[in-house]
């Protein structure tokens, strides 16, 4: 598991660039070392979306009755470690080719 680089120049792109482009709906992103804009690939938004729905059908569906706290504390906490890893997990693809 590791953070996408540019495929024309191997600029490593920045956690934070990528987890920043995630928060603003997958704004694109330029790489700064050859001006190539990309943006956050289809599979890497519907697994990501995939994930979290996962995660909330079964916090509906759960079948163990937890105090409401509890079970709110690790919704929030599974919520935030899934957003924390989207950047391991994002890849890219350049903009001007789809
Ligand atoms: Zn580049």
Redesign the pocket.
Known sequence: MSIVK??????QFKYLNILKSILLCYKPIK?P????DYKINILSRVTGAGMLNFFIVRSIEKKIELNPIIDFALYIIIFISLILLAPFLARLDPENNT
């Open positions: 540019c495929k024309n120049c191997s600029y790489c070392e050859c001006k190539e």
